[in-house]
């Protein structure tokens, strides 16, 4: 009877773990398609924000609010790293996702160039930094929250479906897009109302992320750590983990300025570089994100097995090896398939950093401090070098010198190589397993101190 007992607990918190687990996930995805829903609609919305003739020029400005939106992640990073460590990741993704809610109705709405002028650039600049400080904190607090969610054994393939819903989000965003363009309306409706649609739609799905997340349980590893550390400090914690920190910003500038490469500005690089027609580069973009997504869980299931740093190794050594090839034979490519092709083998490589980054940024840092630890020095590496990569981009081809942004990224690859040869492997040193291994056995001793005291009363 009590071995039928324990299976059915077990089963029992199999299946709140993985309500838990999907429950965030969706909300993360949904948070992803608001943020992204900006990069798949600029072609069309560019002209209402900034009326240059010069399409590079349009897609340059919008690329830099874009950027911009980027900027401000740190701050989202530490603001709801805080809210997170201090009040708990539950009431941290909940707050995140109203704020996306809210900056994708302003976007949705805005007025535009014609109707109010230079104003109107300033309302899409608020809308986005809006949902940038939102971002800053979804990354943060759901990296944290799925990797505590998950058990030790299978943390990274939980953990993985993180980037899964991340990049379902834009994958989502340029379904709508595809749906629109081709059994909704013509290019002309898109340009001059259609693209406010996937605003609206975001909007009404982050209000339906909240109700979801009102319902998620709080994760074990954010009680234990309330109830021994009470009034930790969360950024001057921080501070005493420069190691860890410096980590995280390593790991994350190579990863992220790849991802943003292949998923946002590859778009515009399809267009614009390659000559793929509208349709023809928003196909080869979903297909690209689905073959992505698909990659993911299997990915974070192999670093369960032999480790994350081999994983990272083998994006460090590859993306090294591969950017300028991989950017070069884009450039030229003759047809759809043949991009697909390449960029298909781009998310091969990628995808050794993004299924795995989150949780091995999640077992860097101790429970009190984890969702800030990974939150802020992430957002300082993705607005550094991820937000600013489509901009980038387009100035190397702007001054008619592209292949310099691939000898550039290449540089970034470089120096994230170097962090993943000398970092330890954290699957092996999970900070997370050390710390609840070690408050279970305080409360074991307290227990036993308890049960001693009562014999000798």
């Avoid at 943020?35 to 600029?42: C, D, E």
């Avoid at 986005?128 to 979804?138: C, I």
């Avoid at 979801?212 to 234990?224: C, G, P, Q, V, W």
Wanted: with cysteine; net charge neutral; aromatic share 12%.
């Amino acid at each position: 009877m009590e071995q039928q007992a324990v299976c059915v607990n077990d089963r029992a918190d199999m299946v709140r773990r993985l309500k838990a687990i999907l429950v965030g996930s969706v909300g993360n995805l949904i948070e992803w398609y608001d943020f992204y829903s900006y990069a798949a609609f600029s072609l069309y919305f560019a002209s209402s924000f900034f009326p240059k003739q010069d399409p590079t020029a349009q897609m340059m400005a919008t690329a830099g609010i874009f950027a911009l939106g980027f900027f401000i992640r740190p701050i989202g990073g530490w603001l709801f790293g805080h809210i997170g460590d201090r009040y708990g990741r539950r009431n941290a993704l909940m707050i995140s996702v109203l704020l996306m809610c809210l900056g994708s109705f302003i976007i949705a709405f805005s007025p535009t160039y014609q109707t109010i002028g230079n104003a109107a650039a300033a309302l899409l600049l608020t809308a986005r930094l809006l949902q940038g400080l939102s971002l800053g904190g979804e990354y943060g607090s759901s990296a944290t929250y799925l990797a505590e969610m998950a058990t030790s054994e299978r943390r990274g393939f939980y953990s993985s479906f993180q980037y899964v819903t991340l990049i379902g989000g834009q994958l989502t965003a340029l379904l709508v897009l595809l749906i629109l363009q081709n059994f909704i309306l013509t290019p002309e409706e898109l340009r001059a109302w259609g693209w406010r649609i996937p605003f609206f739609i975001g909007g009404m799905l982050a209000v339906f992320a909240l109700v979801m997340r009102r319902n998620l349980h709080e994760t074990e590893s954010f009680t234990k750590a309330k109830a021994h550390y009470p009034n930790a400090s969360t950024l001057k914690t921080l501070m005493q983990h420069p190691r860890e920190v410096m980590i995280v910003i390593g790991l994350t500038m190579g990863g992220t300025l790849a991802f943003y490469v292949y998923t946002t500005y590859m778009q515009k690089f399809l267009k614009l570089s390659a000559g793929l027609t509208d349709a023809q580069t928003t196909a080869v973009s979903a297909g690209s994100l689905i073959f992505a997504m698909i990659l993911q869980p299997i990915y974070g299931h192999l670093s369960d097995r032999i480790g994350r740093r081999p994983l990272l190794l083998w994006f460090g050594v590859m993306g090294t090896l591969c950017t300028v090839p991989l950017l070069s034979s884009l450039q030229t490519v003759k047809g759809p398939w043949a991009a697909f092709f390449l960029i298909a083998c781009a998310w091969i490589i990628v995808s050794g950093y993004t299924s795995i980054n989150a949780v091995v940024k999640a077992e860097l840092f101790p429970a009190n401090i984890r969702a800030t630890g990974v939150g802020l020095p992430y957002a300082v590496a993705v607005s550094v070098f991820g937000g600013t990569s489509e901009y980038v981009a387009l100035w190397f081809k702007s001054i008619g010198h592209e292949s310099g942004f691939y000898w550039y990224a290449t540089a970034i690859l470089s120096c994230s190589l170097l962090v993943y040869a000398f970092m330890r492997d954290t699957k092996h040193h999970s900070v997370i397993d050390s710390e609840l291994a070690r408050v279970e056995a305080l409360e074991e001793a307290s227990e036993l101190e308890e049960a001693t005291s009562r014999l000798e009363e």
